[in-house]
């Protein structure tokens, strides 16, 4: 069952094009990621946050990416990750054409 988590964090900036620039390489590496569907980086400038809403395959592949990336946060000097996982209805999501890949 596909599983949904969704991540954000205080940030700073850079934001828009200017964040895309500079994340280029970490969103190729997120590409990589064993069991990702597909990330939606999000970022809300007026609260200094960021972060993504990422599809998994399945909860374990989820379980493993958050951990990883948790600590990686943190070790860039976020001081605060806040995450949700969630399990994803397909027959209800399919009727409002979420993009549930795989």
Same mark, same amino acid.
């Not at 569907?37 to 592949?61: M, P």
């Given at each position: 069952?596909?599983?949904? #988590?969704?991540? +954000? ?7 828009? $094009? ?9 969103? $190729?590496?997120?590409?990589? $990621?064993?069991? &990702? ?8 400038? !007026?609260?200094? $946050? ?7 395959? +399945? ?6 990416? &958050? ?5 990686? &946060? &943190? ?11 969630? !399990?994803?209805?397909?027959? #209800?999501?399919?009727? !409002?054409?979420?993009? #549930?890949?795989?």
């Amino acid at each position: 069952m596909a599983v949904l #988590l969704q991540v +954000d964090f205080p940030y700073s900036g850079p934001w828009g $094009e200017d964040m895309a620039q500079a994340m280029r390489g970490l969103a $190729e590496s997120i590409a990589q $990621e064993p069991g &990702l569907l597909w990330k939606i980086w999000t970022e809300n400038r !007026d609260a200094s $946050e960021a972060g993504g809403i990422y599809l998994f395959a +399945d909860r374990a592949s989820a379980e493993a990416y &958050l951990q990883m990336h948790r600590a990686r &946060l &943190l070790g860039f000097g976020v001081p605060q990750v806040n995450v949700k996982l969630f !399990d994803v209805n397909p027959a #209800l999501s399919a009727i !409002d054409r979420a993009p #549930l890949g795989g």
